[in-house]
């Protein structure tokens, strides 16, 4: 499975902003769809998750101001961050779990400055 993600940038706090990632390769199978992040020297944490069926989970951190969403038909995830706040800022990472496995993208940067 290859993640492609996008969408990350620098933005002022208040504003917004919509990650994508599309999941390609061996696709069959692939259930969780999610994001996380991570800032140095700190664990990476999860931000919201999504199922095929299209429950959600989301960290208490975002809720209210983030939205997850995916496309089954195009196997890609969204993650639509309004609110902003500088403490979002982070590298955020597309994470896909299939039969077990879980698949990482390479991260895309999201800087918000106050």
């Known amino acids: 499975v290859q993640l492609q993600a996008s969408g990350g940038g620098l933005v002022q706090a208040g504003g917004s902003l919509r990650l994508s990632c599309a999941a390609s390769?061996?696709?069959?199978?692939?259930?969780?769809m999610g994001w996380y992040r991570q800032v140095p020297g700190k664990q990476r944490e999860l931000v919201a998750t999504?199922?095929?069926?299209?429950?959600?989970n989301y960290a208490d951190s975002v809720k209210g101001r983030f939205t997850i969403s995916r496309d089954n038909a195009k196997n890609t995830v969204f993650l639509q961050m309004n609110s902003l706040k500088p403490e979002d800022t982070a590298v955020y990472y597309c994470?896909?779990?299939?039969?077990?496995?879980?698949?990482w993208g390479k991260g895309t940067q999201v800087t918000v400055s106050s």
């Open positions: 999504i199922t095929s069926g299209g429950s959600t």
């Open positions: 390769g061996n696709i069959f199978g692939i259930r969780v």
């Open positions: 994470n896909v779990g299939r039969w077990g496995t879980d698949y």
